[in-house]
Each structure stands twice: as C-alpha cells, then as structure tokens.
C-alpha cells in the first residue's frame, strides 16, 4: 500500500456529531426530519493536503467499506500521465456508502463526474499552489515516500531534484502537465473546490463551508433542501478542526505550511515553472498576477549581484 493511500487513524465520528448532523429536510409544502447519511469523495491533486482534509471528513464519515478507501486514475502512483482504465476507478469510487467516504487522486473525466453525480457523492476537490506541489513533491521522493525510482532523484540532489519534479523525467510528467488532467474539476459547478491555503489561513470559514456543502449536496440529491441549526453547525466544526490538528497521524505530512517555494526556488526552477504554467494557471488561480514572480532566493541573489556591481562602480570611481 503506498503513503498516499493509507487512510489515517482518527478519531471516527460519534454518535453525538453524525445524529447532530442530521438536519431538518424541507420539501415543499412539509417540514420534517429525514435522517440522511452522506457520501464523500475526496478528490486532490497528489500533495495538496489530501491526509489533512481526510482528517476532517473522517469527522462525519467512516471509510467506504473496502481494504483501503482509494481509487485513483494514473499509473506509477499517480505521477505520471498515463491513465488507468476508467472501468477500474469507477468500480473503486462505486464503494461509496451513505455514511462513507473514499479519497484519490482522480484525474478530471466527464463520464467519473457523471458518475459520482450519480452514486449521489459530495465531492470535495483539493488544490494547491503548484509550486509548493512541486516542492512538497520532490521531498516526498527524495524522503524514500511512494514514487518507484527514488533512487533516480536522491542520486542527483535537491535542486536538480526539483528541476526534474518541475520538468518532467523520463515517463513521470512535469506538475503543470499533470495539472492539466485535474483542472477540469474546477468547472463542475456542483463540485466544493478547497484551495488548501485558504484551509490554513481561513480554517474554521472553510470548514463551515464544507459542511454547509456536503449536508447541502447530500439533501438535494434525495430532492430536499437542509438547513443547520448554529449551534450543530459549531459543534461539528470544532470536531472538524480538532480532529485535523492530528498531524502526527497523517502518512505523508511533512511542514504542511503554504510558500515554501519562495526559498527553494532558484532562477533555473522559476524559468523552467514559468515555461512549463503554458496555460498560466498561476494567474487564473489566484496565485498571482502576472508572469514576472520571482521567489525571495532568487530575488535576494539579484540584490546581493546589484549591490556587488554598485561596490565595483563606486571603486572604479574612486581609483
């Protein structure tokens, strides 16, 4: 079983939290209780916090009843772009209970939305800044974590590591490339898209949205509309957050913190990303505003060549 399919050992939902979570459905013309156990599927591009909102929804979900509550779509642990036959994911994310959850990273394909739709499934689709996909990614290789030719990479170092994660090497595609077999989730209007810095910066906001989503979701697949109450809303959130301040539990956690690409980043690593982001999902994610970001490595090193240039002015000067 690789890192990344493990399923963390948390504390599981209480009798207390799933019975508060169940809220009052209203049809037309009627207000009444209906009890309604929801399906997630927690769907991330790999080393965007996939563990970490697991960890949350584990809150108010048991894993689907399998091995291990995974499905995925690419072959060499999901670092490539080779697609697995689509009859296989769907036959993994088919395990979604009510009352379950699965998780994956699951390249974007009409006919597995469709799918999901269908088994009545809230999906939970997680992302991140790409450039700390990348760094994230190069020490999960470089640490011996799931990948299949560790050696490759921890043979040529960190920089030239990340160079590789960023461009691509041999059969395992660069991060933009992979990017772009994910991207399409963020147009399913239905589907909740987590940026995983906003989990850090605005946690408790976004998991209240969350539940707000997958309760939401969960009735009107069944033809209801939910409401919940503030106060079951706020006992579930601090379930929620608790249960995701647990990182020692989680397989693959490492800083789990947002711009560490700001001091791993070089000239050659920003030019290759730059090249590479053809699409420029940097600037319709958010993360920026045009295409002349530098990291504070690469801007402390044209400082520190200025400032030597300006010394050797002045000097010639002088003589």
């Not at 989730?185 to 969350?210: A, G, H, T």
Request: aromatic fraction near 10%.
């Amino acid at each position: 079983m690789s890192e990344e399919e493990k399923t963390t050992q948390l504390e599981l939902p209480s009798d207390d939290i799933t019975e508060r979570l169940r809220p009052e459905m209203l049809q037309i013309g009627e207000s009444r209780e209906v009890i309604v156990d929801p399906r997630v599927f927690i769907c991330s591009f790999p080393k965007s916090g996939t563990h970490f909102v697991e960890q949350i929804v584990q809150t108010i979900c048991q894993p689907m009843p399998t091995e291990r509550p995974w499905a995925g779509t690419f072959q060499g642990h999901s670092w490539t772009t080779e697609w697995i036959h689509i009859r296989k994911t769907l036959r993994r994310i088919g395990f979604i209970r009510d009352g379950t959850y699965a998780k994956g990273h699951v390249g974007y394909q009409k006919e597995t939305a469709n799918f999901l739709w269908g088994n009545g499934a809230a999906v939970l689709f997680v992302y991140r800044d790409p450039r700390d996909v990348a760094v994230s990614q190069t020490h999960h290789i470089l640490n011996g974590k799931t990948h299949g030719h560790n050696e490759i990479y921890q043979d040529i170092g960190f920089d030239a590591a990340l160079l590789a994660v960023i461009k691509g090497l041999d059969v395992y595609a660069g991060v933009m490339e992979r990017w772009e077999h994910y991207a399409g989730w963020l147009e399913e209007d239905w589907v909740l898209s987590v940026k995983y810095e906003d989990l850090l910066n605005n946690k408790r906001e976004v998991l209240s949205d969350i539940v707000r989503y997958i309760v939401g979701h969960s009735a009107n697949v069944r033809g209801y509309q939910a409401t919940i109450e503030e106060d079951i809303l706020e006992s579930v959130i601090d379930a929620m957050d608790r249960n995701s301040s647990r990182t020692d539990l989680s397989p693959t956690y490492r800083e789990g913190k947002s711009g560490g690409w700001k001091t791993a980043f070089k000239k050659a690593h920003s030019l290759a990303f730059k090249q590479s982001d053809v699409n420029d999902w940097l600037i319709k994610l958010g993360y920026e505003t045009d295409k002349d970001w530098k990291s504070d490595t690469e801007a402390a090193r044209e400082l520190e060549v200025a400032e030597l240039k300006e010394k050797e002015r002045v000097e010639a000067i002088e003589a």
